[in-house]
T-cell receptor, first 110, second 115 residues
Framework: TQLLEQSPQFLSIQEGENLTVYCNSS?????LQWYRQEPGEGPVLLVT?????EVKKLKRLTFQFGDARKDSSLHITAAQPGDTGLYLC??????????FGTGTSLTVIP | EPEVTQTPSHQVTQMGQEVILRCVPI?????FYWYRQILGQKVEFLVS????????KSEIFDDQFSVERPDGSNFTLKIRSTKLEDSAMYFC?????????????FGPGTRLTVL
């Protein structure tokens, strides 16, 4: 089993602040995906990164895959209340099995 | 926009009973998956399915679980004799291609409660 640890587990910030969520593992992954999950719904894919060192931007969200493809980060600039949710990272191996992280629950206070 | 659908949204069953969770993947997708999420815990992979057979399964997917594509649209997860610890959200997902770089689209989930 390949473990992905996310930190922090819970994060509560004021609207307009910046934040970074981390996803770390001792295993190498061929890809790393970030999802957002709303209560009572399934995870929705935000981004996939596949190359070590890769950086992708999605509006105010910046995703980075570590050089060794063992870790990733999600940075949100000027957080909005609409960013509130559970953020999940998931690592993919050479097959099609994904290992999900422990999740970061983000609350943005207006 | 095409989406994965799941039924029922909530299933309550007695311990020891059999349940069948149903999923309709996106129509042109070839790879199908089941995941579960116990309340407060992480999403866990159960099984992947391609070309009418299991391609990968996790340690969780033991003999009490089975999957089937009974027709051209449905993908089912059967739990033969439910246990209290089977209570969880069960998510179905599908993808066009079965690589780790492909996007898996998740359904809204079925909440299974075993009493």
């Amino acid at each position: 089993t390949q473990l992905l640890e996310q930190s922090p587990q819970f994060l509560s910030i004021q609207e307009g602040e910046n934040l970074t969520v981390y996803c770390n593992s001792s295993s190498v992954f061929s890809s790393l995906q970030w999802y957002r999950q709303e209560p009572g719904e399934g995870p929705v894919l935000l981004v996939t990164v596949v190359t070590g060192g890769e950086v992708k931007k999605l509006k105010r969200l910046t995703f980075q895959f570590g050089d060794a493809r063992k870790d990733s980060s999600l940075h949100i600039t000027a957080a909005q209340p609409g960013d509130t949710g559970l953020y999940l990272c998931a690592g993919g191996n050479t097959g099609n099995q994904f290992y999900f992280g422990t999740g970061t629950s983000l609350t943005v206070i207006p | 926009e095409p989406e994965v659908t799941q039924t029922p949204s909530h299933q309550v069953t007695q311990m020891g009973q059999e349940v069948i969770l149903r999923c309709v993947p996106i129509s042109n997708h070839l790879y199908f998956y089941w995941y579960r999420q116990i309340l407060g815990q992480k999403v866990e992979f159960l099984v992947s399915f391609y070309n009418n057979e299991i391609s990968e399964k996790s340690e969780i997917f033991d003999d009490q679980f089975s999957v089937e594509r009974p027709d051209g649209s449905n993908f089912t997860l059967k739990i033969r004799s439910t246990k209290l610890e089977d209570s969880a959200m069960y998510f179905c997902a599908s993808s066009e291609v079965g690589t780790s770089r492909d996007t898996q689209y998740f359904g809204p989930g079925t909440r299974l409660t075993v009493l």
